[in-house]
C-alpha cells in the first residue's frame, strides 16, 4: 500500500503491512457521514484522504492531573498523589483497594467512551492513538511491589472504544506509554520514578511480553480490526532532557537490546498465527528527532519493512520562556521546520499541540499557527499528525482539540482539513 509521500513505482513488489487506505477505512472517505449528518454539500476530496489526522486519548487509561484536575482529585480520588501508581499507594492501600479500582473503573468508563469517538469522527479526524500502560497485562505487574488498579478492569473500555473506531473506520495506534519502572521522570509513565527505572532486563523482559500479548489481542479480537500500529516506547529520556540523559542503563540498552527485542515479540505472534504481510502491524518507535537514539542503528530494525517512526514536536518547548509568546517567532518555526529524517518511513508526528504564551483568546493567530503545523506535519515525506490532547479540564484551545474545535479555531470538517493544506498562511514568516 502506498501513501502519497511515496511514489507508487518505489512501492511495486514490496510487500506491505497494511495502512489505513489498504482497508478503504470509512474515516478517511467522509462522504457518507456527511450526508447522514445532513451537510447541504459533500467534501472535494481528491480521490480520499491519505494523511493521518488525529487526536490522542491523554489522560483515559493513563491519568495525568495537570489536564484533569477535578477528575483526578474528585473522582479518581488522587489528591496529592503525583502518579496513578503513587494515588493506589497513598489512597488505596490494604482493605480500600476494592474502592480505589472502582474509582479508576468509574474513570476509564466515563473519561473517553463510544460517544467520544463518534465526536472525534464527525468532525473529520480519521485516527486515534491511545496511550496505554503496562499495567493493563497484569500477568506482569508485580502485585507485592506495584499497587496499580486492576488492569483487567479498563480492558472492557478499551474493547469498546476501538471497536467503535472500527466501526466508523478509525485508524487505531496503540501507544506503550507506561513501562515498567518508567522509561521517562515523569508521571505520565503511571509512576514517578527518579531516575527512570525502565532500563534493566528484568523490565525489558516484562515490555516485551507485553507486546507479544497486545499484539496477539489486536490479531485475534474482531473490535481491534482497525488498529494498525502498536508503539514500542513512548518518549524515553533523551539528550533534551539535560542530566537525565541516558539513564541508567539506556544506552546502549534502549536501542541495542529492547528495540529489536520488542519487535520481535510482536513479529513472532504474527509468524505463530500466520499472519500475512498485508495484515501485520506497523511497529513504531521514536523518531530520530527525539535524540534518544535511533532505532535504525540495529539491523532488525532497519530490515524490517513494516515499521514506523513517531515525531513528538512541541514548538514553544524549543524557546525560552521569554520567548514563547513571540507570534513571529511560532509561526516562523512551524513555516520553516522540517520533521523528516532520512531513512524513516511511515513518520507521524504523534504528538503536538498550540501551546505557548500567546492568550489562548487570539482566534486570528491560533487559526494561523493550527494551519502553518498541520502543513509541516503533512509535508512530503511525513504520513501526519496526532494532536495532543482531544479533551481536558483545561477549557483551552492551545491543549484540547474538541475545545478546539468548538471555538473553530481549527476545522470541524474533513473537508476544512484538506482544505487547510491549501491555504498560504506562511507568507511573511519564513
Known amino acids: ?24 477505512l ?19 476530496l481528491p480521490n480520499g484522504i491519505n494523511k493521518i489526522r488525529g487526536v490522542n486519548f491523554g489522560g483515559w487509561l493513563v491519568g495525568e492531573r495537570w ?18 501508581f503513587d494515588c493506589m499507594k497513598d489512597h488505596y492501600s490494604g482493605g480500600n483497594r ?33 496511550p496505554i500502560g503496562y499495567w493493563s497485562y497484569e500477568d506482569i505487574v508485580d502485585k507485592n511491589s506495584e499497587p496499580f488498579a486492576d488492569g483487567n478492569r479498563m480492558l472492557p473500555y478499551l474493547d469498546r472504544v476501538v471497536a467503535k473506531a472500527a466501526d466508523l473506520g478509525i485508524y487505531v495506534i496503540i501507544d506503550f506509554h507506561g513501562a515498567p519502572g518508567g522509561q521517562q521522570e515523569d508521571p505520565f509513565t503511571g509512576q514517578n520514578n527518579h531516575p527512570a527505572g525502565f532500563y534493566n532486563d528484568n523490565n525489558f523482559g516484562r515490555a516485551q511480553r507485553w507486546m507479544s500479548w497486545m499484539a496477539r489481542r489486536i490479531h485475534t479480537n474482531n473490535a481491534y480490526r482497525s488498529v494498525g500500529m502498536i508503539e514500542v516506547l513512548n518518549e524515553p529520556v533523551s539528550r533534551h532532557d539535560n542530566n537525565r540523559y541516558p539513564a541508567p542503563g539506556e544506552d546502549p540498552g534502549l536501542i541495542q537490546k529492547y528495540y529489536p527485542a520488542a519487535l520481535k515479540a510482536v513479529r513472532d505472534v504474527e509468524a505463530e498465527l500466520g499472519i500475512s504481510d498485508d495484515k501485520k502491524l506497523h511497529v513504531q518507535f521514536m523518531s530520530a528527532k527525539w535524540d534518544s537514539g535511533s532505532a ?6 532497519a530490515n524490517d519493512p513494516h515499521v514506523g517512526f513517531d515525531d513528538h514536536n512541541y514548538i514553544s518547548f524549543g524557546f525560552p520562556d521569554s520567548q514563547r509568546g513571540d507570534q513571529w517567532q511560532l509561526m516562523h518555526r512551524a513555516c520553516t521546520d522540517s520533521r523528516v529524517v532520512g531513512g524513516e518511513s511511515f513518520d507521524i508526528t504523534g504528538e503536538w499541540s498550540m501551546t505557548s504564551n500567546v492568550d489562548w483568546h487570539d482566534a486570528g493567530f491560533f487559526k494561523k499557527w493550527f494551519t502553518a503545523q498541520q502543513q509541516l506535519y503533512e509535508s512530503p515525506g511525513m504520513s501526519g499528525w496526532v494532536f495532543w490532547t482531544w479533551k481536558t479540564e483545561l477549557n483551552d ?34
Open 296 to 301: 535504525r542503528d540495529t539491523s532488525t530494525v
Open 397 to 430: 484551545p492551545r491543549w484540547t482539540y474538541s475545545h478546539a474545535t468548538y471555538l473553530n479555531y481549527v476545522p470541524t470538517d474533513a473537508a476544512g482539513l484538506e482544505h487547510n493544506v491549501y491555504q498560504d498562511v506562511c507568507s511573511g514568516y519564513r
Open 98 to 130: 476494592e474502592e480505589g479500582n472502582r474509582r479508576f473503573e468509574n474513570h476509564w468508563r466515563d473519561w473517553i467512551n463510544e460517544a467520544t469517538v463518534q465526536s472525534v469522527h464527525d468532525v473529520g479526524l480519521n485516527t486515534i492513538r491511545i
Open 1 to 24: 500500500m502506498k501513501f502519497s509521500v511515496i511514489a507508487p513505482a518505489l512501492l511495486a513488489g514490496i510487500a506491505q503491512a497494511w495502512r489505513p487506505e489498504d482497508r478503504d
Open 26 to 44: 470509512a474515516a478517511f472517505n467522509m462522504t457518507a457521514r456527511f450526508e447522514q449528518l445532513g451537510k447541504r454539500f459533500k467534501p472535494s
Open 67 to 84: 489536564m484533569m484536575i477535578n477528575e483526578w482529585d474528585n473522582v479518581m480520588g488522587c489528591a496529592g498523589s503525583a502518579s496513578e
